[in-house]
């Protein structure tokens, strides 16, 4: 089976594909090949093998899946527990070879679009595209009018496969939008403020007016939840089965979708809610606030996890791209930033838009979507893993009417726009992943493996309590408890069981063993200790010293003169 | 009477006390101190019979006489006799009588039997055996230990243990029972057994192993025979050598040693005519031999025999002919040889190969000879460690050429010119950076650090104008471009000329940069004004500012909220800009947004930084004020504690009723201005940390590296994830699983056998434990 999911754009002698695609990362040895007896490497037919021993794999892409954090020096241990770290660390390294080896698998490589020596890309407009690519890449550019049911949000299925749309003015309806097979339409007769698809595509979920309502893939209404009123925002986590939304009355409310049951609302204090987005690295729902705030949320803690002041004036939207790295956020005052989510939460990168964005979206690969009235604009970065640079868009286009929703399609290289005048479906070079999980998200996936993954998904729930802004922090010993428990066996015992014993001098034979020499050496191994506690001490003092320090001008000898 | 009695006993002791007395005197001779010692006992004996004098402890003085020449007072002795009285003795009848031997016998018998020593008690008997039985049945245990060591290290452990051998018959056997069947095989068959190729065993021909298996006796035999006399020949050898070592003549060793020093020349010689590269070779040893010579000052006067010749020289003729020699010697031996090249020079174009080939590898050969020499080592090593810290990339190939040239001089000793030579150097590589300019100027700030020399320190500032001036000119250049994208932020018209359009945003960034770079030329400390640009600030010029690491940390403290969002950003201008539909007019929309920004910025700042405020503060941990209000002193509504209470104490800045709480760990938002982190612990998701350290593990830190590699199939590959989960023991359903044999780990002995046999006969003891058991008897 295979799909062009690829698009790789060339329109007519104007653009070129650059020749280094096809050079792959230097293929680095990991080891020198062993060559250790050749002779018994003859097979039964007496021929050599040519290459003994297993393939090499690049180091880089073993160093990418290598887990364990080296860069911290363990205090000394014990020979059992070196054995066990040893153990440790051999299987990381067997297991990071072992998946670097199946990134051959990964056959599929992204889109790109590439302009002629000083071309600009964002000049190449939606029709040279579709002229350039394949049909069935062609197919994936269409635009559908509906003027009359307003503006439109709109929301892909986590496979890609399928397109849920909603309108201002009541019109929903969902899709398989790569064959254009309408699942279901239906009018509400309320208004619909988003639409967002639950964990698969059979179910829909729809924030309208008053409450928020639940359908099926047949339009069937499942669902009324009335403790979720006036819903502004609507954000799926995936892997906790848990729908977050966002409503006028500033209430931030999780719905766990797998079980029926309100886990957490949680009042925001900052009034109306309507700039919501997830992290999808460690499904934190980022909220945007009319005071220029983001703040961060886990439905385990009852304040945000971090408040950060982005803007002068009020939010506008919020993005963060997948990697869970960096975050775009776009103000009342005109302004685009990308803040750096990894600790410091400080913009890496500013610009002012002459009408600021209304909407922003991340790509699977990291391009970045600004919806400013009628006009998208498209950046993206220099490298996988780089923010994108804001100086120059990729891609620009212009639609019919303002923009009202904005998402890039899962595992394609298409950006679906709602506006006034209904859905525009842009093809975008380079913005989804080539290659998906077949068992995590198959846009192939018949109904049968529909059911089994859901079955699975279920078993494999996280629980909500566990979002927290560092996941890897959870693979860490929780200190303060261990502590508390050493402390209160402490008491318990009325001594501590742990702790070094005093030292006794061994009996020494030829009269050495007599008691003031006995005393002599204690009395040597205390003053030791004494000492290395004094010399600690000392460090820690200088270290302070040094940081009080001040670094400007350097005194002068007058300066003791000065009153 | 009694006293009489007393009285008659006395006069009879002191009687018999003189009786006593007589032999003794009589044997030995008069001493006087005999006397005194007489009297002594004599008055120990009188006090004894006044002590007895009492009634009841009056005791009977045994008194036996026996006619001895010894006479003891208490016992009977016999002495007189001489020696030791035998049992049977007594039974000896004066006449002899056959009827007693058999009693005789009986009782040498008993004598013969040692007695018997009593038995232990039971419980220390016990207690032995025990000890006996635990040592050897830990002895037979302790086999067990590197297996059961191995198991527990084990990654997996299959049961039950004996495995099945997997039944792989050899290939010949399955080959034998089976026959060619379709035509094609049989065809094929055919052909093998055409040509003698194996069939069976698939990597030797008939032919292969015919050849493998051969070596005839004869051969043998002659091979043997070789080897014996070699044998035999070494042993001559080495006889005759052992023989002429110990020849003593100091004559004979000498002819020997001109001997073979002649013999060594003329094969020199000789191969210099044949092989000169083993010639050389050669002279390389003969060259190493000269350096020794050099080295250990063998022939200088500086032996014990030379100096006694020196003392003799003035006398003696012989003497001082002996020192000529030895000095003649001592230059024969120290001179360079130089025997190739000019025997090349005497031959001429005879040979060109030689030509060709001598002439460098006698140049490398010196070189060589000069390469061991410590001395010049040390001044072309130094030279280069000075190269190595000026880290001056041009500077090396001169600094090599320099060393080079040192090295091929005569040694000299490192002086004032190298020093000179240096300091010339330094300041002709200074020259050369200050026309590179930017790029060095970090290496040049530290080079002032590091000499401090006027020179530099001049050089640096013209260095540093420059700068300046290339700056301001470059400003001046990109003023007039500068108004383009102001005028393009305040109406962005989508009819705008393309090239207009095209001009990048980055042009007013950098504008912006290079005033900000000339100020910070002029005040070096000033702070930077817009933290948003300062990581692609310093991106893009780490070379135009040598202290910018200090700077940057300096930053990194003091970030300002106020400019970090009132910075002006580059605007993006892009191709499409954005039709407004709405109905106002758009300048009155801007008007009121631009007062609406103005104004809200600082609300926002000023409420953000008080809810920061706020935030900390509660995270805090509180003191604890342990004041009671109207203890010790007057109390009522109104009245506040005394001064005195509330006062803190000078010296440990304390209260005596106030207990500070100890200060937490620093906030992680400290030096982010802009974020307000949470410090609250998450306990819902601490419920699912581990909270208990495994056994071996003693910290936190290194248990923690142990379960940061997930082992889920969500991010593994199949085999590494079942590789990751695999039992720690498998089991095969329907199969009893036995306890561990001796032969399922290697043991040949079955160990179990011994330990049964101690416990089912503890009597058998060994003689260690015999002996244990006669101390403790002996206790």
């Given at each position: 089976m295979s799909r062009p999911r690829k698009t790789n754009f060339r329109p007519k002698n104007a653009y070129i594909l650059k020749k280094?695609?096809?050079?792959?990362?230097?293929?680095?040895?990991?080891?020198?090949?062993?060559?250790?007896n050749p002779e018994s490497q003859r097979g039964l037919s007496g021929?050599?093998?040519?290459?003994?021993g297993p393939a090499p794999v690049p180091v880089e892409v073993v160093q990418k899946f290598?887990?364990?954090?080296?860069s911290r020096k363990l205090p000394h241990s014990k020979a059992k527990t070196r054995s066990r770290l040893e153990v440790a660390e051999a299987e990381e390294e067997e297991t990071s070879i072992k998946a670097a080896r199946s990134e051959?698998?990964?056959?599929e490589e992204p889109g790109f679009l590439e302009g002629e020596d000083?071309?600009?890309?964002?000049?190449?407009c939606q029709a040279d595209i579709v002229e350039a690519v394949d049909i069935a890449s062609a197919a994936k550019h269409f635009d559908l009018n509906?003027?009359?049911?307003?503006p439109y949000r709109l929301n892909y299925s986590r496979t890609g496969r399928h397109l849920a749309f909603g309108g201002r003015r009541g019109h929903v309806a969902a899709l398989d939008?790569?064959?254009?097979?309408?699942?279901c339409e239906i009018n509400v007769m309320e208004a619909v403020r988003d639409i967002r698809f639950l964990h698969s595509e059979a179910l829909l979920a729809v924030a309208q007016n008053r409450w928020l309502h639940i359908y099926d893939n047949q339009g069937?209404?499942?669902?009324?939840?009335?403790?979720?009123?006036?819903?502004?925002r609507l954000e799926f986590l995936p892997f906790h089965f848990l729908l977050a939304t966002a409503s006028e009355t500033g209430f931030l409310t999780y719905l766990d979708?797998?079980?029926?049951?309100?886990v957490a609302a949680l009042n925001?204090?900052?009034?109306?809610?309507?700039v919501m987005s997830q992290?999808?690295?460690?499904a934190v729902i980022h909220l945007g606030h009319s005071n220029g705030t983001v703040s961060l949320w886990s439905p385990?803690?009852?304040?945000?996890?971090a408040k950060i002041l982005c803007h002068?004036?009020?939010?506008r939207a919020v993005a963060v791209d997948s990697t869970g790295t960096y975050m775009a956020t776009s103000g009342l005052d005109h302004q685009l930033k990308i803040f750096d989510?990894?600790?410091?939460?400080?913009?890496l990168s500013t610009r002012t838009l002459?009408?600021?964005?209304g909407h922003l979206a991340f790509s699977q690969r990291g391009l970045l979507v600004a919806g400013m009235g009628d006009v998208v604009n498209i950046w993206a970065g220099?490298?996988?893993?780089?923010?994108?640079?804001?100086?120059?868009?990729y891609l620009t286009h212009r639609l019919s009417?303002?923009?009202?929703g904005l998402q890039f399609c899962p595992f394609e290289d298409v950006l679906g726009v709602g506006h006034t005048g209904g859905i525009t479906s842009m093809l975008v070079p380079?913005?989804?992943?080539?290659?998906?999980d077949g068992l995590e998200s198959?846009?192939?996936?018949s109904r049968k493996q529909r059911q089994e993954w859901e079955v699975k998904a279920l078993l494999e729930k996280v629980p909500a309590?566990?979002?927290?802004?560092?996941?890897?922090?959870?693979?860490?010993?929780?200190v303060i408890s261990l502590e508390q428990g050493k402390k209160e066996q402490i008491e318990r015992l009325g001594?501590?069981?742990q702790a070094k014993a005093p030292f006794q001098p061994k009996p020494k034979q030829?009269?050495?063993?007599s008691t003031a020499s006995l005393v002599k050496r204690k009395r040597k191994v205390m003053d030791e200790e004494h000492r290395d506690k004094v010399r600690q001490s000392l460090q820690q003092q200088h270290h302070k010293e040094a940081k009080a320090k001040?670094?400007?001008?350097r005194p002068s000898a007058l300066d003791r003169f000065v009153r | 009477m009694t006293a009489n009695r007393l009285a008659e006993s006395l006069l009879a002791l002191s009687q018999q006390e003189e009786l006593a007395d007589l032999p003794k005197d009589y044997l030995l001779s008069?001493?006087?101190d005999e006397g005194d010692n007489d009297g002594e006992r004599k008055h120990q004996k009188l006090l004894e019979a006044i002590s007895s004098l009492?009634?009841?402890?009056?005791?009977?003085?045994a008194e036996r006489s026996e006619a001895s020449l010894k006479v003891s007072e208490f016992n009977v002795s016999s002495?007189?006799?001489?020696e030791k009285l035998v049992l049977a003795d007594l039974l000896e009848p004066v006449k002899t009588s056959s009827s007693l031997a058999t009693v005789k016998k009986q009782l040498s018998r008993v004598k013969s039997k040692k007695t018997v020593e009593l038995p232990l008690n039971k419980e220390e008997i016990e207690r032995i055996h025990r000890e006996v039985a635990f040592n050897k049945t830990a002895q037979v245990l302790s086999k067990w230990d590197p297996v059961v060591l191995k198991n527990r290290q084990a990654e997996q452990l299959v049961f039950?243990?004996?495995?099945?051998?997997?039944?792989?018959?050899?290939i010949e056997h399955v080959l034998s029972g089976w026959k060619a069947r379709t035509p094609l095989e049989q065809e094929i068959f055919n052909l093998l057994h055409k040509n003698k190729q194996p069939v069976t065993d698939p990597l030797l021909t008939p032919v292969e192993k015919a050849s493998l298996r051969a070596m005839s006796l004869e051969e043998a035999k002659m091979r043997r025979a070789e080897l014996q006399r070699a044998r035999a020949l070494q042993s001559y050898y080495e006889a005759k050598a052992r023989r002429e070592k110990k020849i003593k003549s100091k004559k004979y060793h000498k002819v020997v040693k001109k001997g073979k020093a002649k013999k060594a020349l003329k094969e020199f010689e000789q191969l210099r005519k044949v092989n000169p590269a083993a010639a050389l070779e050669e002279l390389e040893k003969i060259e190493k031999a000269r350096m020794m010579e050099r080295m250990s000052?063998?022939?200088?006067?500086?032996?014990k025999w030379a100096k006694s010749k020196a003392i003799m020289a003035k006398y003696d003729l012989e003497a001082r002919q002996a020192m000529q020699e030895q000095l003649s010697k001592n230059k024969e031996l120290t001179q360079k040889l130089q025997v190739a090249s000019e025997s090349e020079e005497e031959e001429g174009g005879t040979e060109d190969v030689e030509e060709l080939l001598v002439p460098d590898v006698v140049n490398e050969v010196q070189m060589n000879a000069d390469g061991p020499n410590p001395w010049m080592l040390r001044s072309c090593t130094s030279d280069t460690k000075e190269a190595a810290t000026q880290e001056d990339p041009e500077q090396l190939p001169e600094l090599e050429a320099h060393g080079v040239s040192e090295s091929e001089?005569?040694?000299?000793?490192?002086?004032e010119e190298e020093i000179l030579l240096r300091e010339f150097e330094e300041r002709r590589s200074l020259r050369k950076r200050s026309e590179l300019s930017q790029d060095a100027e970090p290496a040049g700030s530290q080079e002032t650090k590091d000499s401090g020399s006027q020179e530099v320190l001049s050089e640096l500032r013209v260095l540093s104008q420059k700068l300046k001036e290339n700056h301001q000119s470059r400003k001046q250049k990109a003023s007039s471009e500068g108004t383009i994208p102001q005028v393009q932020r305040e109406e962005p018209a989508p009819e705008e000329e393309e090239p207009l359009l095209l001009q990048r945003p980055e042009r007013v960034q950098t504008l912006e940069e290079l005033e900000e770079l000339g100020k910070e030329e002029c005040?070096?400390?000033?702070?930077?004004?817009?933290p948003v640009l300062e990581g692609q600030q310093s991106e893009r010029t780490p070379n135009n500012r040598p202290d910018a690491p200090k700077e940057k940390k300096k930053k990194e403290q003091m970030i300002d909220l106020q400019n970090l969002l009132t910075t002006q950003s580059p605007s993006v201008k892009s191709l499409a800009v954005p039709t407004i539909e709405e109905l106002e007019d758009e300048e009155e929309r801007n008007h009121r947004q631009m007062i609406k920004e103005a104004f809200a910025g600082d609300d926002v700042i000023r409420d953000f930084l008080k809810e920061k405020r706020e935030a900390v503060e509660a995270s805090k941990p509180k003191d604890v004020d342990l004041t009671l209000p109207g203890w010790g002193e007057w109390g009522g509504v109104g009245l506040k504690p005394s001064a005195k209470k509330r006062r803190?104490?000078?010296?440990?800045?304390?209260?005596?009723f106030l207990i500070k709480a100890p200060e937490g760990p620093p906030?992680?938002?400290?030096?982010?201005?802009n974020v307000i982190i949470n410090e609250k612990r998450n306990i819902h998701a601490a419920a699912h940390q581990v909270r208990v350290l495994p056994y071996p593990f003693t910290h936190h830190w290194q248990f923690e590296r142990t379960i940061q590699t997930p082992i889920g199939s969500t991010w593994n590959t199949q085999r590494a994830f079942q590789k990751l989960t695999t039992p720690k023991v498998v089991t095969k359903p329907g199969h009893i699983i036995n306890p561990i044999k001796a032969e399922d780990v290697?043991?040949?002995?079955?160990?179990r056998s011994d330990l049964s046999v101690i416990q089912r006969n503890?009597?058998?003891?060994t003689t260690r434990h015999k002996k244990q058991l006669k101390k403790c008897s002996v206790d």
């Open positions: 280094s695609r096809i050079s792959k990362k230097p293929q680095v040895p990991k080891k020198p090949r062993e060559w250790k021929a050599q093998d040519p290459f003994p290598c887990r364990i954090d080296k051959l698998l990964l056959a000083g071309e600009d890309t964002a000049k190449i509906l003027r009359q049911f307003g939008w790569v064959t254009k097979k309408l699942m069937i209404e499942l669902h009324c939840i009335r403790r979720c009123d006036r819903v502004t979708v797998s079980v029926g049951k309100i925001a204090r900052a009034g109306r809610l309507d992290n999808p690295y460690n385990a803690m009852k304040e945000p996890l002068r004036g009020g939010v989510l990894r600790g410091t939460y400080q913009p002459p009408h600021g964005a220099q490298g996988k893993a780089s923010p994108p640079s804001l100086e120059q868009p009417g303002p923009v009202h380079g913005a989804g992943e080539p290659n998906f198959n846009p192939y996936r309590e566990l979002i927290c802004l560092d996941p890897r922090a959870l693979a860490e010993v929780d001594y501590d069981p030829k009269g050495r063993s001040p670094t400007g001008a | 008069e001493s006087e009492d009634g009841k402890n009056r005791r009977k003085l002495e007189g006799s001489g039950p243990l004996e495995k099945e051998e997997p039944a792989i018959a050899p000052l063998k022939h200088q006067n500086s032996g001089g005569e040694e000299r000793p490192v002086a005040f070096q400390n000033k702070e930077l004004p817009r803190r104490c000078p010296v440990v800045l304390l209260s005596r906030r992680k938002d400290k030096n982010l201005p290697g043991y040949r002995s079955s160990s503890p009597k058998r003891i």
